[in-house]
């Protein structure tokens, strides 16, 4: 007589059980898929795009060519007033804005660890030092203290994207915070503690790797917030300078045409309507992914 025996299924790996709370957020995969599209495109743009950002032709406010009335398939979403192809600007645009994302969001989050860690594991009057500049940096509007420091720093794309980082600072400085507070009741800390482990190793080694997952969440929208900060910033005047092809920029620049020339404000517009939703949804399935209160 013989029987049966069901083997039970082996147990996910951490990879294999992210992507599988991750993946069951369809939102958060279509984000994912655009955002790698736009990223290749932003890489490989000197192949990718079909002219060069600052090449200019005759005939100026050409239509795209699925309103074919005066259009040419050579520029597949038109030229705009100076006869520069917008979808090839659009394309070195994106590399603009996702490295000024990408830096901006970096220097935030590292200053914002180190901050936090240094509040929430202290406490007492460095806490409070720290916090109270918090406060104030977060009593005043952040798109208005970013054009304070342009207006203060100059004009640029590197001091658009330093002005960036410092108003997104805060964020990051308070969730590490709070975050090292919530770890540091911990048994291990204790533990650690007691073992004669240093604050440098408790803070870093111990501490840190336990508050990532809401760090890498918020770093994902702050991306979004940065890409949209600047592009205001280049709206004002007050980040990329022109010819350098920005999204904001290329929206002041097409202003006075809106009602002649729809196509030279509407991509632009969407291009960063598109790409901050695509961070959106992609923070929100990182969030499903990595919060354990969130898994079923």
């Known amino acids: 007589m013989t029987t049966n025996t069901v083997s039970a299924p082996a147990p996910r790996t951490p990879i294999q059980e992210f992507w599988h709370y991750f993946s069951s957020n369809k939102g958060a995969v279509a984000g994912l898929v655009f955002i790698v599209l736009i990223c290749f495109m932003a890489v490989f743009a000197d192949v990718v795009a079909p002219h060069s950002p600052s090449a200019q032709v005759r005939d100026a406010l050409l239509l795209p060519p699925a309103w074919l009335d005066g259009g040419s398939w050579s520029y597949l979403l038109g030229t705009d007033d100076v006869g520069r192809d917008i979808f090839s600007r659009l394309i070195y645009g994106a590399r603009l804005s996702l490295s000024v994302g990408a830096f901006a969001v970096t220097i935030s989050l590292v200053i914002g660890i180190l901050l936090g860690l240094v509040a929430g594991y202290f406490k007492g009057v460095v806490d409070i030092c720290i916090m109270r500049l918090v406060d104030i940096m977060l009593a005043m509007p952040s798109l208005l203290l970013a054009i304070a420091i342009v207006a203060i720093l100059g004009p640029s794309i590197f001091n658009a994207a330093l002005a960036i980082s410092l108003v997104s600072l805060p964020n990051y400085v308070r969730l590490t915070r709070a975050a090292t507070m919530a770890e540091m009741s911990r048994d291990y800390v204790t533990s650690s503690r007691v073992l ?101």
């Open 196 to 296: 004669g482990a240093s604050p440098l190793r408790l803070m870093f080694v111990c501490i840190l790797p336990n508050c990532l997952a809401p760090l890498i969440v918020q770093a994902t929208l702050g991306f979004s917030s940065a890409i949209l900060d600047m592009a205001a910033l280049g709206f004002l005047g007050l980040g990329a300078q022109p010819p350098t092809p920005e999204w904001g920029s290329m929206l002041a620049d097409a202003l006075q045409f809106v009602q002649r020339a729809w196509w030279v404000v509407t991509f632009p517009g969407l291009m960063i309507l598109i790409t901050v939703l695509a961070f959106n949804l992609m923070g929100d399935g990182l969030r499903d992914a990595l919060d354990p209160k969130l898994k079923q």
